[in-house]
């Protein structure tokens, strides 16, 4: 009895940071460690599906798809702080820069933004307006869901920190690989049933829509494989991660999700 108290005790410790890391919503912490880090970053698919789903109330609004879009994404803003969106102009910055790895986590520090972040945030929320416009509140959920789950594996076992303190030394190899695949394993099934939800065919028509139903899983994989795509590159160039490269991961596999969405219709 004791034990499994003790297992909800620290799931619970690491679903409070979680939200309190990840979103804006007052949460009491009151243990912080690598293995409640690790608990964090395992269940962060899940806050992004509810940080997704209350973002997509503004496209229930009435007006133009567009405009609901961009209420959409600045909820979204508002509701994470702004944080994935700054830790994307920050490693644009550093990475365009073109400096060693020293120089560049330097110039990712500093508070301002320079060309390169600028120019990556505006066209990174164009893609994100455009595509949502196009596709609705279940598109949005699921890119919610897919940046979360690029923090699963950026924070597994042997992806180093590129920094000794900050957020990337604290979480960097606390998610267990097996953990990594069984929770990528939940949000693939999740997106199926998804689709399938979804699907305006039946079993008897004659040529169903089959490309529909696989919509929302062949965009959660395009999403994370394009943010693994850039948290090798990170590794490479920085010899690790950083807060600002999780936040860059997050906003990169939402877009990509959902503009293969929008693509795939």
Same mark, same amino acid.
């Given at each position: 009895m004791g034990a499994a108290s003790g297992v909800r005790g620290a799931l619970m410790d690491g679903v409070r940071l979680a939200v309190g890391t990840l979103?804006?919503?007052?949460?009491r912490v009151e243990r912080v460690d690598r293995r409640v880090a690790g608990?964090?970053?395992?269940v962060a698919p899940v806050v992004g599906l509810v940080l997704g789903a209350v973002a997509a109330l503004a496209l229930l609004l009435p007006g133009p798809p567009l405009l609901g879009a961009a209420l959409a994404l600045g909820l979204l803003a508002v509701l994470t702080r702004g944080l994935h969106l700054d830790g994307l102009a920050d490693l644009a910055d550093g990475l365009g820069s073109g400096k060693p790895a020293p120089q560049a986590l330097d110039i990712m520090k500093k508070s301002d933004i320079g060309p390169f972040g600028v120019m990556t945030l505006v066209f990174m929320l164009l893609v994100q307006a455009a595509a949502v416009s196009e596709t609705g509140p279940a598109a949005l959920v699921t890119a919610c869901v897919t940046g979360r789950l690029s923090l699963v594996w950026a924070c597994r076992h042997g992806v180093p920190a590129a920094r000794d303190e900050g957020l990337g030394a604290m979480v960097a190899g606390t998610v267990r690989t097996h953990v990594a695949w069984l929770v990528t394993l939940a949000a693939l099934l999740g997106s199926l049933a998804l689709g399938l939800a979804t699907w305006p065919g039946s079993l008897t028509a004659p040529s169903p829509p089959e490309p529909l139903v696989l919509t929302p899983t062949v965009? *959660?994989? +395009?999403?994370?494989?394009?943010?693994l795509l850039l948290l090798r590159h990170a590794?490479?160039?920085?010899?690790?991660?950083?807060?600002?490269? *999780?936040? +860059?991961?997050?906003?990169t596999g939402t877009a990509t999700t959902l503009a293969v969405w929008a693509v795939l219709g």
């Open positions: 979103s804006v919503w007052p949460v608990r964090a970053m395992a965009a *959660l994989l +395009a999403g994370l494989g394009a943010a590794r490479r160039r920085l010899g690790g991660i950083t807060g600002d490269v *999780l936040g +860059a991961l997050v906003e």
